[in-house]
T-cell receptor, first 113, second 109 residues
Framework: GAGVSQSPSNKVTEKGKDVELRCDPI?????LYWYRQSLGQGLEFLIY????????KSGLPSDRFSAERTGGSVSTLTIQRTQQEDSAVYLC???????????FGNGTRLTVT | DAKTTQPNSMESNEEEPVHLPCNHS???????IHWYRQLPSQGPEYVIH???SNVNNRMASLAIAEDRKSSTLILHRATLRDAAVYYC??????????FGDGTTLTVKP
């Protein structure tokens, strides 16, 4: 079946512009995660949605970052007033239940010029 | 958040077994141990997970220490396609999964 889909796959934006990154999780998956991966680095946790519970936003690096998950499905990560240090690959993952593994998308490569 | 510690890099010869270690001394009783791997330009891929007992699947085996403070991912016969970054992570009671920097595995022909 279809996996986790992220769009766009690549995004180039000018410093100061806002960007929206989209994640379509696997249908029926109850949890959705956003991670950021800078070049040559590991994954940095950003935010986690579980069902209808309040999201865990503890990893968002600043108030320029926000995310929402509409209808328990699609999620959008928004970065306002982008900075060059925001350049990275943004990865989305979803899972079925607490014990099940994460399924990752291939990410959105964001470049801020 | 409970953290994991892995060696930065390891090397293996093709068709030999590989043992990738992970330390998680602050693990709590409800934390699951998950392993993922990431090939270049791709998102991480699930490998295996466990709680207390050793686990086997078609990709690998997971050996968990009796005190659960460490675990080892075992690739029984490394192939060139197994060259990747391997991440050992803990899934906490709330479902949060925090990744470290992982181990870069190089497989030599």
């Amino acid at each position: 079946g279809a996996g986790v889909s992220q769009s766009p796959s690549n995004k180039v934006t000018e410093k100061g512009k806002d960007v929206e990154l989209r994640c379509d999780p696997i249908s029926g998956h109850t949890a959705l995660y956003w991670y950021r991966q800078s070049l040559g680095q590991g994954l940095e946790f950003l935010i986690y949605f579980q069902g209808n519970s309040a999201p865990d936003k503890s990893g968002l690096p600043s108030d320029r970052f926000s995310a929402e998950r509409t209808g328990g499905s699609v999620s959008t990560l928004t970065i306002q007033r982008t900075q060059q240090e925001d350049s990275a690959v943004y990865l989305c993952a979803s899972r079925w239940d607490y014990g099940s593994p994460l399924h990752f998308g291939n990410g959105t490569r964001l470049t801020v010029t | 958040d409970a953290k994991t510690t892995q060696p930065n890099s390891m090397e293996s010869n093709e068709e030999e077994p590989v043992h990738l270690p992970c330390n998680h001394s602050t693990i709590s009783g409800t934390d699951y141990i998950h392993w993922y791997r990431q090939l270049p330009s791709q998102g991480p891929e699930y490998v295996i997970h466990g709680l207390t007992s050793n686990v086997n699947n078609r990709m690998a085996s997971l050996a968990i220490a009796e005190d659960r403070k460490s675990s080892t991912l075992i690739l029984h016969r490394a192939t060139l396609r197994d060259a990747a970054v391997y991440y050992c992570i803990l899934r906490d009671w709330a479902g949060k999964s925090t990744f470290g920097d992982g181990t870069t595995l190089t497989v030599k022909p």
